[in-house]
C-alpha cells in the first residue's frame, strides 16, 4: 500500500522541484495539498502550487488554501530569491485545475481524525503557520500524524535569513514554536545546511536534469532568480535545494547520514536570533530531546534520488 501524504507548501520555485518530485514517487500517494503564505502570497502560492501539479504530469491531488498571513509577525516575501510570483517570473500560471473551496488546516485536521495512527505523514515546506493552527485545532487528531517532516532550521549550521535563523522559520518564529513544543514523537527537521556543499546542485547537475525530460526543464527553469543570486552567493551557478532535500529525507530516508534527535527550542524574543531554531546538541540544559535534526544527506544519494523522480 502506498504511504499517505499531506503536502503544506508556501509553493516557490524550490517547492516546485519537491512538489514535482513527490508527485512521481510511486511508492506515495498524496492526499492534499495545504498552501500557506511565505515565499510569495497563499494566493500566488495556491496557484503555483496547481501550475506544479500541471506540469508533473502524473495525477492530481486536491489543493486547499491555508493562512494568509504569519501568526504574529508581519509578511516578509522571498521576491528577491523566487521571483516577484515565486516562479522566476517566466509566465507560468495554471491553465486547467483551481482550489478546493474548504480551508486546508481545517480540511487537514478532518483527515488526519478519520486516519488510523500512523497512516499519514505531513511534509511541510513552507513556514508552519498551518501546522500550528491545526495543533490548536485539535492536537490529538494532529499527533495521529506518523512523521511531521518540515524544511526548517539552519539546522547545525548558519542561517540564510538571518545569521543564525532559517527562512521557514525565522517567517513565523511563534508557529514554529508551537509545533516544537506540541510534543509530537517525530518531528523532524530537515536543515538548510542538508542542501548545501557536496549537496548543491552543480552546473553539470542542472544540465543533466533540464535536458532529460520537459518537468527537468520546469522545475530549472523556474529557478533562475534562486540561480541568479547564487552565483554572487556561491560563486557559481550552483543551486541549493532546501524543499527538495526535505522531500528526499521524508520519502527517500536511504540518503540521510546525519540526522539525530535533540532538545531543540525557537526564540521569539526581539533580538538578533529571533527565529532562530537553537539544538542542545551537547545536552548542556538536560532536557528531554523533543525533534529530530537531519543536517546532513548523502550527496549521490540524494541527487539521484532528484534524477529519478523528475525523468
Known amino acids: 500500500m502506498k504511504k499517505k501524504l499531506i503536502i503544506d507548501t508556501d509553493c516557490g520555485s524550490d517547492d516546485a522541484m ?3 518530485m513527490a508527485l512521481n514517487d510511486p511508492k506515495y500517494e498524496i492526499i492534499m495539498f495545504s498552501t500557506v503564505s511565505g515565499n510569495v502570497h497563499v494566493t500566488q502560492a495556491t496557484q503555483n502550487t496547481l501550475s506544479t501539479i500541471e506540469h508533473a504530469g502524473s495525477y492530481e491531488p486536491p489543493v486547499y488554501v491555508g493562512a494568509d498571513h504569519m501568526l504574529l509577525r508581519n509578511m516578509v516575501y522571498a521576491h528577491e530569491t523566487h521571483g516577484n510570483d515565486g516562479m522566476g517570473d517566466i509566465g507560468i ?10 480551508n ?4 487537514m485536521v478532518e483527515l488526519l481524525e478519520a486516519s488510523q495512527d500512523g497512516e499519514i505523514d505531513i511534509i511541510a515546506i513552507g513556514p508552519l503557520t498551518n501546522i500550528a493552527l491545526a495543533i490548536r485545532l485539535n492536537l490529538d487528531a494532529v499527533k495521529k500524524a506518523g512523521r511531521i517532516v518540515v524544511m526548517g532550521t539552519a539546522g547545525l549550521g548558519r542561517g540564510n535569513a538571518s545569521p543564525v535563523a532559517e527562512f521557514n522559520i525565522w517567517q513565523d518564529p ?18 538548510w545546511d542538508a542542501s548545501l556543499g557536496k549537496s ?7 544540465k ?15 529557478n533562475k532568480d534562486l ?3 547564487n552565483v554572487k552567493r556561491f560563486g557559481g551557478e550552483y543551486l541549493d535545494m532546501a524543499d527538495p532535500s526535505a522531500i528526499a529525507a521524508a520519502l527517500y530516508p536511504d540518503c540521510i547520514v546525519d540526522c539525530d534527535k535533540y532538545y531543540c527550542e525557537v526564540d521569539t524574543n526581539k533580538g538578533p536570533s ?9 545536552n548542556v540544559l538536560g532536557k528531554e530531546p523533543n525533534a529530530y535534526i537531519c543536517s546532513k544527506l548523502d550527496p549521490q544519494l540524494y541527487k539521484n534520488y532528484i534524477f529519478k523522480t523528475l525523468a
Request: glycine residues 6%.
Open 93 to 102: 500560471v495554471p491553465t486547467r485545475l483551481t482550489a478546493e473551496n474548504e
Open 104 to 107: 486546508s488546516v481545517i480540511k
Open 227 to 229: 540561480l541568479e543570486m
Open 274 to 282: 529571533y527565529g532562530a531554531m537553537l539544538v542542545d546538541v551537547n
Open 208 to 222: 543533466k536534469i533540464k535536458s532529460e525530460s520537459t518537468l527537468g526543464k520546469f522545475t530549472i527553469d523556474v
Open 200 to 206: 548543491m546542485l552543480t552546473p553539470e547537475d542542472i
Open 18 to 20: 519537491a512538489i514535482a
Open 174 to 191: 511563534e508557529s514554529a514554536k508551537i509545533v516544537t513544543e506540541a510534543g509530537l514523537d517525530n518531528l523532524i527537521y530537515v536543515g
